[in-house]
């Protein structure tokens, strides 16, 4: 399971390299749909002010904590200022808080449990609902469906279901 899992790390970091580096440079509005770019105003930019936050964009624009863009304390260019960022709209979903590096979660899978195939949502007892996240295939025959949640390698979450032993890579949905 872990070659596969690196073997897709290792495309998509291939991927990244070798992507044209044009696609970045494209005005946003040609790769923004229609009705996000005018809900997030950005038709009511100069093209100054437009051309400005592409070319902070492009140099590899800060991001805070919560994976939004920082707001730099200087203008990008002197001929363009930067405008204030504005909250995101409310129909964007929070994102989950994360498991901490030295919390578990133990709880219970809900019946009916028999294993995991593929992408299988996991309904807890403490009323979490997690997703498979990685390929792999178990067929559980026993009765104890208790599973210890853990933070992983790279931030990655695991179950482990206690009777067998067995762990499968999860991520939270809800």
């Known amino acids: 399971m872990w070659y596969s ?19 970045v440079a494209q005005p946003a509005s040609s790769t923004i749909p229609p009705e996000v770019y005018r809900a997030a ?17 492009n140099a590899g624009a800060p991001m805070t904590a919560s994976g939004t863009p920082a707001v730099p304390a200087a203008p990008v260019s002197p001929r363009a200022p930067m405008v204030a960022a504005t909250p995101a709209p409310a129909a964007l979903p929070t994102p989950l808080p994360p498991l901490s590096e030295e ?30 996240r990685m390929d792999g295939n178990y067929t559980f025959k026993g009765t104890d ?30």
């Open 5 to 23: 899992t690196f073997m897709r790390i290792a495309v998509l970091g291939l991927a990244c390299v070798l992507l044209p580096l044009d696609v």
């Open 145 to 174: 469906t208790r599973v210890v949640i853990t933070r992983g390698a790279f931030g990655l979450d695991r179950m482990r279901l206690v009777e067998s032993g067995r762990w499968i890579g999860v991520k939270r949905i809800r």
């Open 41 to 57: 105003g950005l038709d009511k930019l100069t093209d100054a002010e437009r051309k400005a936050l592409i070319d902070w964009i």
């Open 103 to 132: 919390s578990e979660i133990n709880t219970r899978i809900l019946p009916p449990f028999t294993g995991w195939t593929g992408r299988t949502i996991f309904t807890l007892e403490n009323g979490q609902v997690w997703q498979q």
